[in-house]
């Protein structure tokens, strides 16, 4: 298709001002917005052609491509319900809304002293323009597989709340996540907060990227007794393993199971031999 | 002023109010040609919506200088030359300015972390660096004269 820009002030008085609209070129087809600063007004709204929609970066370019045509956008950015990130000592959790931006959850002091793994990882996701506008709740309910934050919070046991005029359900992070860009929400379902136990000892991420998304994450919690691992991006959806400390047989056995990507950062046998390397490394160290 | 749902900053910007210094190359969030500063943070203005900047403060290349006088980053850009077709240079030149205005003490590991996300097809990331550098050192002295 030709791509003819106008420039707004060589047509202007010329053509119908309903005219100049349509003789303007803008990337996205006609939307409409639902935004306001109330819960149950923006779930009331939300339906397949009625996207939940926060930092939009990842809905934006999905819309310019025309792989998701929404008939209106539900701003949640105004809820306040859905931005809090609240300490809970007692619990020993974080709980974090679903419109809370990248930058300020690997700003935020109580994530950085309770949750510095997934502080650290948050402050790495995408690039600084990401950081500012994408969401935690946004990164998780794209479900892309290529994502830092969706293994950190699996390997760390998080629970999102989920709701919908229907009411609230809750559910582990890694039964949300059921796919490579598909969750476990119903149409009419947003996530509002994701609560995090604080962070155990032992704790690190990591991951290969030369691109704007990672090639392979991996979030591990060694114990003397136990190495739990959570593979990510490589694979469709987080991938966990519990082994005990030592049994490298064990290990090579997870890794040679795990079913990995072909893409442009590279074939499955390339992201294997990367992972192995970097598990025997880091946990063969850590005996 | 009203502008359709459907509106990116970048064509607000460009087709709309004429300021055609923030420049639309991906279209994904990747390149950052588009950078504008929204309330002092970078965002990327193809992909960010118009309406959303509702009640907010946008800066773009075209708000640097104040007269005839460049920005520092503006000049340390010239100085070290770090630019040659210019097309990305807007954008590399906003993300500096959002990123000394937060961080003034920045070093040059944390341009290089902060600017990732930002590509260059002709100069190279060298002398964009040292450029980012030396408009940080000058703010520094700066400061520290102001101060005195």
Known sequence: MMKVDYHVDTIRGHVPPALLDRLLMTVLPELGLVRSAELGDVLAAVDYDHAPYAGGTELVPAMGLGLRRPVAIVDLKRVEALKGIEVDADAGTVTIGAAVTHRRLSDHGAVREHLPTLAAAASRVGNARVRSTGTVGGNLCFAEPRSDLGCVLVALGATAEVRSTRGARTLPIDELIVGAFETSLEPDEILTTVTVPFEPSGMSYWKLQSYERPTLGVALVVTEAQWQITVGAATERPARAAIAAGDTAGLDAFVDGLELSDDMTGPPAYKRSVLRAYLHRVLEAAR | ?148
Not at chain 2, 3 to 31: H, I, Y
Not at chain 2, 42 to 71: K, M, N, Q
Request: proline share 4%; net charge negative.
């Open chain 2, 1 to 148: 002023m009203l502008v359709p749902v459907r509106l990116t900053v970048a064509e607000l910007l460009r087709d709309r109010l004429g300021l055609t210094g923030t420049k639309v190359s991906c279209e994904m969030q990747v390149c950052g040609a588009c950078t504008v500063l929204v309330d002092g943070d970078p965002v990327s203005s193809c992909a960010t919506l118009a309406c959303d900047l509702d009640g907010t403060g946008v800066l773009t290349v075209e708000g640097l200088a104040r007269g005839r006088d460049l920005h520092p980053v503006q000049e340390a850009f010239m100085e070290a030359n770090a630019l040659q077709c210019g097309f990305c240079t807007p954008g590399f030149i906003m993300m500096a300015v959002a990123l000394l205005d937060a961080h003034p003490d920045a070093d040059r590991d944390d341009v290089r972390e902060w600017m990732d996300g930002n590509l260059c097809r002709c100069t190279g990331y060298e002398p964009i660096e040292t450029a980012v550098a030396l408009a940080a050192s000058r703010l520094a002295a700066a400061t520290a004269a102001d101060g005195q």
